[in-house]
């Protein structure tokens, strides 16, 4: 007969903490992109990571990110869509502090060609929010979280095919609009 495992167990939350964990800020990140609200995306988080507690002792998944990006995104898509009345949908800004020094050595950009690469990244997030939900959810699971087509498709409940599909359409939009908006840029 299994043993029940307490809530309170410090195993038991020290092992769901090092498995989660190193995962938080992707999750966050895309609930920013679904839920285009800070707060609400703090909260979907909170509640993503409490339902991941609650049901860490049943997972058996090979992989922890892709799970935790199935519960957020149920947690998404069923509380927070049904509380307002919308689909959700992706940020238009992001809470990132500017100015963080990198990690990394790497030599300075020139201040020109560091002011065309945030063009070009500002660029670039408005034409992703501007992506219908079903096209962004999976560029963002795709090419900012680095899902592989197996784990989107898991995560979104649908068949790898339909993934490939959606991601092809989703990449053939945002070349659509970046090359509309280069030759706008250059009018």
Known sequence: MPVKVSDNDPDRARRFRD???????????????????????EDAVQ?????????????????????????LRNVCRAEYARRAGIVVGLGDEADEPDGITPLWNESRESPEAEVLRRLDAETMQGLIAALPPLFREVIVLREINDLSYREIASVVDTPVGTVMSR?????????????????????
């Open 19 to 41: 498995a989660a964990l190193p995962y938080l800020d992707d999750v966050y990140t895309l609930a920013r992109y679904l839920l285009r609200d800070a707060s609400d995306a």
């Open 47 to 71: 509640e993503c990571y409490l339902r991941a507690l609650k049901h860490f002792d049943s997972y058996r998944g090979p992989a922890m990110k892709p799970w935790l990006f199935a519960i």
């Open 167 to 187: 991601l092809a359409r989703a990449r053939s939009l945002l070349r659509e609009g970046w090359i509309a908006a280069e030759k706008g840029a250059s009018q």
